[in-house]
């Protein structure tokens, strides 16, 4: 297990893997569903215990292909899904996460996350997932996509302040939470959890990969330069990040990724490649 001794401490104290899994795009195809769950178990093996997955990915095929991964090992997991907005109402909410459970075959989620903040009001949807916690239904809650405003008006909500992580766009090309989002997150000792951490989009990840500077410390390191950008977005203990990734060799690589650590001159040079924002940059999103 690789990533024994690299842990993000929630506000609750429960200390989490720096690394899980993504699951979007996983459980569509039925051709496909063996190997995925074959690599969720492998990336569970090599320490890689958070899984996120959410109602809206393939409609609940990615939640169903979750729950036959984890089957036998659900204390091992610590397991995310997501509310999509227009179920986040307080008459839709308890239904939404009584779907996910039966379809992950648990009777508790650890993390249940607001997927984005769409129409009902932040109040309405704390309550919705105070009551789910009370019930046992749900360890802790969240949010996603939510900007430095976003958390702000949250955070001054009732029981706001439960609220756990927000989970955000986060990568070497991306960091404009660098700005404001990351020192205000951190400032409220709430983690991020970082999705795309390798950046998912073609044209980005490309940049990454053909970066000098990136394939620089990679050789120095050993590694491949996407594993550089991995290694970057968990540099400290207030970022989770959730890579997919199906083929054994990217699951293997991503665990290592836990591995690396960078010094003071590697992360500079890092900087100079991918620069850090000076002025704040609306939130990116898939
Ligand atoms: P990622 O940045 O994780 O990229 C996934 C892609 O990278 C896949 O094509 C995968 O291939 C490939 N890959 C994985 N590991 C490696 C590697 N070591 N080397 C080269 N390629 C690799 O993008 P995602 O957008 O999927 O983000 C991760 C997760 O975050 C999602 O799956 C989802 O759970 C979550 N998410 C949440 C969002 C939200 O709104 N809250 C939005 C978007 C994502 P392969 O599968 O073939 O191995």
């Not at 215990?49 to 090992?73: C, F, N, P, Q």
């Not at 008459?91 to 993390?111: P, V, Y």
């Not at 394939?215 to 970022?239: F, G, S």
Request: charge should be negative; include cysteine; glycine fraction near 6%.
């Amino acid at each position: 297990n690789r990533l024994e001794n690299r842990t993000v401490t929630l506000a609750d104290g429960t200390a989490v893997p720096c690394l899980g899994q993504g699951t979007w795009y996983m459980g569509e195809n039925i051709k496909a569903r063996d190997s995925e769950v074959r690599a969720l178990q492998s990336g569970i093996d090599l320490g890689m215990k958070l899984i996120d997955t959410a109602e809206m990915y393939g409609e609940g095929d990615s939640e169903l292909m979750v729950g036959e991964a984890i089957k036998g090992r659900r204390n091992d997991v610590f397991l995310v899904s997501k509310v999509y907005p227009h179920h986040a109402g307080l008459d839709m909410i308890s239904k939404a996460c009584e779907n996910s459970l039966k379809r992950l075959k648990t009777d508790h989620l650890d993390l249940y996350l607001l997927h984005w903040r769409g129409r009902i009001p932040l109040a309405e949807t704390i309550d919705g997932m105070e009551k789910l916690r009370k019930e046992g239904k749900i360890l802790r809650w969240g949010v996603s996509n939510f900007d430095t405003d976003d958390m702000e008006e949250l955070w001054n909500t009732e029981n706001g302040k439960n609220c756990t992580v927000n989970q955000v766009l986060y990568n070497l090309g991306s960091r404009g939470i660098d700005f404001d989002l990351l020192p205000w997150q951190k400032a409220h000792n709430m983690p991020i959890m970082a999705y795309s951490p390798l950046a998912h989009r073609d044209s980005l990840r490309t940049q990454l990969q053909s970066s000098p500077i990136v394939n620089e410390i990679a050789e120095d390191h050993r590694v491949k330069a996407l594993q550089i950008a991995l290694a970057w977005t968990i540099r400290t203990d207030q970022v989770i990040a959730i890579p997919k990734a199906v083929q054994e060799q990217h699951i293997f690589e991503n665990a290592q990724a836990a591995t690396i650590h960078f010094t003071q001159d590697e992360l500079e040079r890092l900087d100079e490649a991918f620069p850090r924002p000076q002025k704040k940059i609306p939130l990116d999103i898939i």
